[in-house]
């Protein structure tokens, strides 16, 4: 997929741009997640936006569950809210409860529209997939919500592969955001099917998890990233080779781990993105096989 990485504006080390599937949006090859801002100050939070979209980040996603974050990303995005895409989600499955907090994020966020919004965090197919698409299920604020022009497109998060196919299978969603990292692949293609049904659908493909390492171990007090709620690969090495992987695999983009510095390691590495050698996929195999990934089949 990498040569559908296109410049813009034709800058050297230009972010990479993709088409996000039928949406019609052209989107760097990073988003940025909004829990990078939560929990900082108002004015940083806004350095961090800023340097961000200057840098060439044009996808911004958050969700009510992030503590602050969307009281800290709407102003700071604000300035730039027509030239970059936002999407928001809500972890609630029915229509009451989806149009409650699809308002009071709009509000938080400080504008008028989301250009996706997601089905958060589908785990289990009856409790999470078939409540939502039900008779009152949260889709049913979605689609009142896109027909008032409040929502450009409909996406859901899922993490696993069950509920992910379960949704595609039985809405005609725009958006998959999904678990694409090289830790989880090479302990069984986790996100094979998924990502095969999405293409098929010409669904927009937003990964999520390229450096995620293994669930947080007991000595977590002292890890560095704590705004993670597993362990990141830290080394910029595994992390450069990383992301080559994720952005490598069929998708539009890639959501990088949730802490400042990982978040601009990945922005500095983006630019030069390449399908990796066959020495680099044996190394990335060997150092997946050292521990247990955060998601399995």
Same mark, same amino acid.
């Not at 997929?1 to 296109?6: G, I, L, P, Y």
């Not at 509000?107 to 039900?134: P, S």
């Given at each position: ?7 813009e ?94 308002k ?40 009142? %919500?896109?027909? @008032?022009?409040i =929502?450009?497109? +409909?996406?859901?998060? /899922? ?7 379960? $949704? ?24 094979g ?5 999405? %293409?098929?659908? @010409?669904?927009? =493909?937003?990964? +999520?998890?390229?450096? /995620? ?7 977590? $007090? ?12 830290y ?11 994720a ?5 539009s ?18 630019p ?26």
């Open positions: 997929m990498a040569v559908r990485n296109t410049s504006d034709g800058r050297q080390n230009a972010l990479p741009k993709r088409p996000l599937g039928k949406t019609g949006f052209n989107v760097s090859i990073i988003g940025m997640g909004g829990i990078v801002v939560m929990n900082e100050t108002s004015d940083h939070a806004g350095q961090i936006v800023s340097d961000a979209v200057e840098k060439g980040v044009n996808y911004f996603d958050v969700a009510p569950s992030y503590g602050d974050a969307e009281l800290k990303l709407g102003p700071a995005l604000k300035p730039f809210r027509k030239d970059v895409y936002l999407a928001c989600k809500t972890g609630n499955r029915t229509y009451s409860g989806a149009m409650e907090e699809l009071k994020s709009l509000e938080n966020l400080q504008t008028d529209y989301f250009d996706v919004y997601q089905l958060h965090g589908l785990i289990d197919v009856e409790k999470d997939v078939k409540a939502a698409l039900g008779k009152d299920g949260a889709i049913k604020a979605f689609v009142e %919500a896109k027909k @008032n022009g =929502i450009r497109n +409909i996406g859901f998060s /899922a993490h696993t592969p069950a509920a992910a196919i379960t $949704a595609m299978t039985e809405f005609e969603f725009d958006t998959v955001m999904f678990p694409v990292g090289f830790s989880t692949h090479f302990d069984g293609n986790f996100e099917e998924v990502l095969a049904l999405a %293409a098929r659908q @010409n669904l927009g =493909i937003i990964g +999520i998890k390229a450096a /995620a390492r293994r669930k947080r171990q007991e000595n977590a $007090a002292k890890m560095p990233h704590q705004k993670c709620w597993y362990e990141p690969f080394d910029p090495e595994i992390v450069e080779l990383a992301l080559n992987w952005i490598s695999q069929n998708i983009l890639t959501i990088p781990p949730c802490e400042e510095g990982l978040f601009r390691l990945f922005l500095k590495f983006a030069n993105c390449r399908k990796l050698t066959e020495a680099q996929l044996k190394r990335l195999e060997t150092v997946a096989s050292a521990d247990e990934p955060i998601f399995t089949v």
